[in-house]
T-cell receptor, first 116, second 113 residues
């Protein structure tokens, strides 16, 4: 079984400032890691994923996350945020083995609010 | 192409009634998942389908919940004798394979009065 902890429920930040949303996980098996974003009144969208290979993964809109196996973390970062990044962000994990069926275990979410 | 669609988008029902929620996955996606998003519990896994079979029903909260999938496509989640604690947004997701990225539908908001 897996579990995910998002350490901050809310993160307020000013526009153009850097931000880090923290995510830690626990699992007895190898994992795949994901960040999903939910904009106000919209559905969940995949932001980025780690399946294998390079531990640093990037999204098309400037976010990046680094898989740190020793610290069991997958923190999300952006060097300069925009108003449009205001949303709720969910970290999720699935077991990499076939018996996990790919089901996602989500963290509680972090609400990122970008102020002008 | 078309994404995952769900219907209805909103459903208000009286306690004790049965409800059916529908999910149309992305064409060609063999894996289908149901999740529930509620204020108290966050996002929870309910059930997984591979084709028409459900090898993982571990997240269904009670025997009032059931789901089926037909033709390897459309899935229906049925809640019998609804209770107020069933109020939540029910999300459906599909993926090409079970370990690949999941695409989510817009959800069905269920309110039990």
């Amino acid at each position: 079984a897996q579990s995910v902890t998002q350490l901050d429920s809310q993160v307020p930040v000013f526009e153009e400032a850097p931000v880090e949303l923290r995510c830690n996980y626990s699992s007895s098996v190898s994992v795949y890691l994901f960040w999903y974003v939910q904009y106000p009144n919209q559905g969940l969208q995949l932001l980025l994923k780690y399946l294998s290979g390079s531990t640093l993964v990037e999204s098309i809109n400037g976010f990046e996350a680094e898989f740190n196996k020793s610290q069991t973390s997958f923190h999300l970062r952006k060097p300069s945020v925009h108003i449009s990044d205001t949303a709720e962000y969910f970290c999720a994990v699935s077991g990499a083995g076939g018996t996990s069926y790919g089901k996602l275990t989500f963290g509680q979410g972090t609400i990122l609010t970008v102020h002008p | 192409g078309a994404g995952v669609s769900q219907s209805p988008s909103n459903k208000v029902t009286e306690k004790g009634k049965d409800v059916e929620l529908r999910c149309d996955p992305i064409s060609g996606h063999t894996a289908l998942y149901w999740y529930r998003q509620s204020l108290g519990q966050g996002l929870e896994f309910l059930i997984y389908f591979q084709g028409n079979s459900a090898p993982d029903k571990s997240g269904l909260p009670s025997d009032r919940f059931s789901a089926e999938r037909t033709g390897g496509s459309v899935s229906t989640l049925t809640i019998q004798r609804t209770q107020q604690e069933d109020s939540a947004v029910y999300l459906c997701a599909s993926s090409f394979r079970q370990t690949y990225e999941q695409y989510f539908g817009p959800g069905t908001r269920l309110t039990v009065t």
